[in-house]
């Protein structure tokens, strides 16, 4: 399939169990709005947006979707979106965004996948990952707070998003070397196969992106 680089999708010869997929990127001709209370896409933003695969019609969830960059490209991608946050302000961000490009995706506010139903081709989450009170009652806190060792919410995450996984599906995953990763990498591998896709250094940190898959035995 040919797609114009310009476009959504630069098109590649990446293949998964026979389906094609795309890497995302940045598409200019998107349009977001920001708002003061909901996590402005960053570096880790970026990061998640440039590592994702999808493909038309599968189905996908970004968890913490803040302005719903990822989960907005995903649903202009062809991809069934739903689009989760624990912070009200940051569902109505990305609903509002959607709406704004003429996109259709599903919104809903949950506390990981308290209130989340459904399974999922694709999972994207790039999490609160920084050391920080776990339950800070401040929404823009909470989007980069992830516990006392910074790695807490992404641990109950992996524990909870296997249930959630298509068979063959997969998770893509931001962390970052202020992180707790040593827990983290503990905490996905009995479960899932886990491989690192991409590694930036920024001034004071690393980012990581990695892709998960659940391990056959998990099925
Ligand atoms: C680092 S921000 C990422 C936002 C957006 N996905 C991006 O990449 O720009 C983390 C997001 O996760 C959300 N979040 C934090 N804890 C959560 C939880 N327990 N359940 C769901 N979302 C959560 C925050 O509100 C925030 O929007």
Redesign the pocket.
């Known amino acids: 399939m040919e797609v114009p680089i310009q476009n959504l999708c630069q098109a590649n010869d990446l293949k998964w169990r026979g389906v094609s997929l795309f890497i995302m990127r940045l598409d200019t001709s998107l349009d977001f709005d920001y708002t003061e209370d909901?996590?402005?896409?960053?570096d880790?933003?970026y990061m998640?947006?440039k590592v994702v695969e999808v493909s038309s019609g599968e189905s996908f969830l970004?968890?913490?979707?803040?302005?719903?960059?990822?989960?907005i490209h995903a649903a202009k991608a062809g991809a069934e979106v739903t689009a989760?946050?624990?912070?009200p302000k940051?569902v109505e961000c990305t609903k509002r965004n959607a709406a704004k490009n003429g996109l259709r995706i599903k919104t809903i506010q949950?506390?990981?996948f308290h209130d989340l139903s459904g399974i999922f081709d694709v999972i994207?989450?790039?999490?609160?990952?920084l050391p920080g009170a776990a339950n800070s009652t401040s929404?823009i806190e909470?989007?980069?707070s992830?516990g006392g060792r910074g790695c807490e919410?992404t641990v109950?995450?992996l524990g909870e998003a296997w249930k959630h996984l298509a068979p063959g599906g997969r998770i893509y995953l931001?962390l970052s070397s202020l992180t707790g990763l040593t827990q983290v990498l503990k905490a996905a591998k009995d479960r899932y196969e886990v491989e690192l896709l991409d590694e930036k250094r920024i001034f004071f940190e690393s980012l990581y992106a990695y892709r998960l898959r659940l391990k056959p035995s998990s099925f």
């Open positions: 909901v996590y402005n896409p960053s880790d933003s998640l947006l970004e968890m913490g979707s803040g302005t719903g960059l990822t989960a989760s946050d624990i912070s940051a949950s506390d990981l994207a989450f790039n999490p609160p990952y929404w909470r989007s980069w992830g919410t109950q995450f931001i």
